[in-house]
């Protein structure tokens, strides 16, 4: 019994110890950015990726199982120019614990959306589209404001 159970250990040793990658994104940076609602029917999300020097649009009316996905060209230049403002996300979001600001979505009012990845360090956000229910973070309501600006122009 000895033997089998120090086989056993060895086995056991030398399979936990190997470097394990899976969970590090080593891909680029990238922005997603837009507005949802999930009560509706129709296309009720639009967001948009900036990654690299390019702006795309959403390919879907609703995700389905969670997946995000957009289109494979981008969108105009002057487009990408328009939502560049947003790369510079406030600390008070970037260095934030909170995923959650307000309550989106909950009377059917929708919420932004917003995920970026820096470093390799990929986060998801959501804000309530009413302003008032986080109107003490300033800076945080500012750069909503200019999310919901900036998705507004881009979607019509």
């Not at 056993?8 to 030398?14: A, D, F, N, R, Y």
């Not at 996300?89 to 600001?101: G, L, M, N, V």
């Not at 909950?106 to 959501?126: M, P, S, T, W």
Request: glycine share 6%.
């Amino acid at each position: 019994m000895k033997i089998p159970l120090c086989f056993l250990l060895v086995i056991c040793s030398i399979t936990s110890c190997h470097d394990d990658t899976r969970d590090q994104d080593t891909s680029g940076d990238y922005l997603v950015f837009g507005i949802y609602h999930n009560f509706c029917v129709g296309n009720c999300w639009h967001l948009f990726r900036i990654e690299g020097n390019h702006l795309y649009g959403d390919a879907f009316d609703h995700p389905r199982n969670g997946e995000i996905s957009f289109q494979s060209d981008p969108l105009p230049d002057r487009s990408y120019q328009l939502a560049t403002p947003l790369l510079e996300i406030p600390d008070a979001i970037e260095e934030s614990d909170r995923d959650t600001y307000g309550c989106p979505d909950c009377a059917d009012q929708g919420g932004y959306y917003l995920e970026f990845k820096n470093d390799g360090v990929k986060r998801i956000v959501h804000f309530d589209t009413r302003l008032d229910a986080y109107a003490e973070l300033t800076a945080v309501v500012d750069y909503v404001r200019l999310l919901a600006d900036i998705t507004t122009q881009l979607a019509n």
